[in-house]
Structures are given as C-alpha cells and as structure tokens.
C-alpha cells in the first residue's frame, strides 16, 4: 500500500515502532505534566513555585546535554533512548505512589523533576539524533514534523484526560498511568533491526568531544542564528505554558477541567503546524518559515494575555501552538540536515541547551514577574520580545542561505548508510542542495 506524502517516514518499520510506542507514552507524559503543574498550584498556591519547579526540571538539560552529545555519538543511540525511558518510567512511578499514598510534599516534586532534567539531557540528544538512523536523510523532514504530529496529537489527548482524572481521583493516578505508558515505547525500541552504525573514533578525551560539537556550531551561522532564536523563544515565549495554571484558574475562572481544556486547545494548534510542516518534501524556505512563525507566536502570545473569556482564550491558544510548532520543527530540521551525522549528537545537545535548558531561566523569570506584576503582563511582555527577534531573524537569515547550502550538501555527502524500508530493501537519498 502507497501511503500519503504525509505519511511517507511510516513505510519504515522501526519508525513505526518509534511512532505507536510515542503516541502512547507521550500521552502520558502530558498527563503528567498538567498534574504535576496543578499539584505544585494546589500544594502552594505560588506563581513563583511553579516557575522553580520547571526550572529544577529543565536546568540539568543546560548543564548536562553536552555529556548526553558525547553518549548520543559514542554509543549506539537504540540502547541509550532505552535507558533513558526505563528511568523515566521508574521517576513517574515513585512521584505516582508518593500522591496516591498522600505521602507527597513540595521537596519531592523538585527532586524527582530535577533527575528527570538529568534524564532528559541523555535522551533529547541521543532521541532527536536517532530519526536518521530510522528513516534517512531522504524523509528526515518527515520523520521530525511526524514525531511533532504525535506529539501534540497526545498533547490534545493527555491534559484534556489529565484535567478530569485530577479534578475526580487526584493527580497520583496520572503520574501512574504516565509510567505504565513507558512500557510500550521501551518495547517498541526493543523490537527495532537497525544496521550497524559507525561509532566515532574515542581518540579524544570527553572535553575534547564536546568543544569539536560547540566549535562546529560557532563556525556554522545559520546553525548559531536558529539556536539563538530558539533560545530566545524558549526563554521569553514558553513560559506561557509554565502560567497555564494561574490563567485557568485566576483569570479564566476554568479550574483544573479548565487548564486540561487550554493545554489541549495549544496542542491542537501544534498538531496543524506539524501537519503543514510534514506535507513539504524539501527545507526550501524553511528558514523564512522560521522567522513568519516566530512573529506570529508573538502576536498570538499578546492577544492571548489580554483576552478575559475562556472560550475567546482557547480560540487564541490555536495560533499560539501552530506558530509554537512550525518554529521549532522547521529549526529543527534544518539543524539535522545541516549536521554531519558523526557530530549529530553533540550538535543535538546544543539544540537541547536552547530549547529546553534555555526554557528554566524563562520559568523562573516568569514566575516571579508574573508574582509582581501578574500573568497576563508577563505573557505580553514576552510576546514583544519574540517579534523583535523574528524581525531581526528575518533581516538576516537571507544572508546566511549560500552557507546553509554548502553545509547541506557538506552533510549528505558525509551521509551513513540508508536504513532499510519496510520491505526490506535499502532507500536511496536524495542530494538536493536547496537550501531554506
């Protein structure tokens, strides 16, 4: 059977393992982070606390994604998503048995959040380096705005699921049915036939690994001006996310149902932009993309903070995730192509430094402006500060396009072996050379 453009990365089998097993265990995951949000909210009450939470849990990424490059590239990437999973299975297990039991106090929210940061500095590189394994150079773009697609898809499902079962049985049980989803990515990662992969020499010692990842970056411009502007929005327009609960509750009247309702609208909007990105077969114009969505993000962002009515709120979160999703997903992509596939996960790490490690200083930040000066101000303020980066982004990206070509064409002709398809044999890869 011929599938969809759409589609096209699902022809491989193990990416349609890495999809199904996502799809499940990503629900979980957002039904966890809606509860952990609302049992940080109903334990203290603090705006503040809220933002010091996501930072404890997304601090480690900035500090330690630089060593998980170094085991993304060192080691087969299959084996290390594996572990990484099981220990995040494990942390959602204790956090469930410590609120179904009552036993759960603030400190252990920040410690579990805080090791499942370290977990994650592991797995981002080492997750977002293994798509090429999976799929090829061919259908990168594919497999990147699918995995975006599942994502949201889940993050529709989840805080929406998340939001009644917290209001009726408590959060305990979503931290549960988080870590029981674990099981069907691990098994779907199990099951994988990969070909073998070409580790890289371990000639220098680890420090030496890492400053070859950064100084690759530094020399690559249109790499450094995409990380740049992803760390900007992580920093100033993400933080969104972190309020959600003083906006359902404190603004919009909608309670827990109703913060499950918002995270869902955003994720709707996610969902379509990922979809858009998944329908291109070339990163031509992605760069443009990059600096549109990222306005556009701005704009939605102010609209959204001024807005008083819940149903009016939700109509704006749409724009907020769309734009949200086709930033991220085209920087994304144009970062993979643009990498050599021996410096993938270290280039990776930098990428997971910018678009989650970067997100715990807006936490905090947000959290104690929101405290001074409330919410809504806080989200308009960072608003304006993306679509001055877009602009400045957009100004200069046109500069930066023969580059970006050399590194694509410099990357495909360093390109590994093809995977296998879904029927076996191996698929060839294109070598175009247009560039965003």
């Not at 773009?141 to 994502?151: E, K, Y």
């Not at 995270?263 to 070339?282: D, I, N, Q, T």
């Amino acid at each position: 059977m011929t599938l969809p453009a759409t589609l096209r990365a699902l022809r491989y089998r193990n990416f349609q393992l890495f999809f199904g097993g996502q799809l499940i265990s990503l629900t979980g995951t957002w039904m966890q982070n809606v509860a952990q949000a609302w049992l940080v909210y109903r334990l203290t009450g603090s705006s503040v606390l809220l933002g010091l939470v996501s930072f404890c849990g997304q601090i480690p990424v900035f500090l330690i994604a630089p060593l998980g490059g170094i085991v993304a590239d060192r080691f087969r990437r299959q084996r290390v998503v594996i572990g990484t999973q099981t220990a995040a299975m494990l942390l959602a297990l204790i956090l469930a048995a410590l609120a179904i039991t009552g036993a759960v106090r603030i400190w252990h929210v920040f410690v579990l959040a805080a090791l499942l940061g370290v977990v994650n500095a592991f797995d981002i590189p080492a997750r977002q380096a293994f798509f090429v394994e999976m799929v090829g150079r061919e259908d990168l773009i594919n497999a990147i705005a699918l995995n975006s697609s599942m994502f949201n898809a889940s993050r529709i499902i989840g805080p929406a699921v998340a939001g009644i079962l917290v209001s009726v049985i408590g959060e305990g049980w979503c931290f549960f049915v988080n870590g029981v989803s674990y099981i069907a990515v691990i098994a779907g990662l199990l099951l994988m036939t990969l070909e073998p992969r070409k580790p890289v020499q371990q000639t220098a010692s680890p420090l030496a690994d890492v400053i070859e990842g950064f100084r690759f970056v530094i020399a690559s411009p249109p790499i450094h001006y995409l990380l740049i502007m992803l760390g900007i929005l992580s920093v100033t327009g993400m933080p969104f996310a972190v309020l959600m609960p003083i906006f359902a509750d404190q603004i919009l009247h909608g309670g827990a149902k109703g913060m499950g309702i918002l995270m869902g609208a955003s994720g709707v909007g996610a969902l379509a932009g990922a979809l858009l990105l998944a329908s291109r077969e070339a990163v031509k114009g992605l760069g443009r993309w990059v600096a549109i969505s990222a306005g556009a993000f701005g704009v939605a962002l102010i609209a959204f903070s001024v807005s008083r009515s819940f149903w009016v709120s939700c109509a704006l979160l749409l724009p907020v995730g769309f734009a949200m999703m086709v930033e991220m997903a085209s920087s994304n992509t144009l970062i993979q192509t643009m990498s050599p596939d021996r410096l993938r996960g270290r280039v990776m790490s930098v990428y997971s430094m910018m678009f989650m490690g970067m997100a715990p200083l807006g936490a905090v930040v947000s959290g104690v402006t929101a405290a001074r000066w409330g919410a809504p101000a806080t989200v308009a303020g960072g608003g304006i500060i993306c679509m001055a980066a877009a602009a400045v982004f957009g100004w200069r990206w046109p500069g930066l396009r023969s580059e970006a070509r050399r590194l694509i064409a410099a990357a495909q002709m360093a390109g590994g072996v093809p995977p296998q398809s879904a029927t076996g044999g191996s698929v060839a890869i294109k070598t175009g050379g247009e560039a965003a």
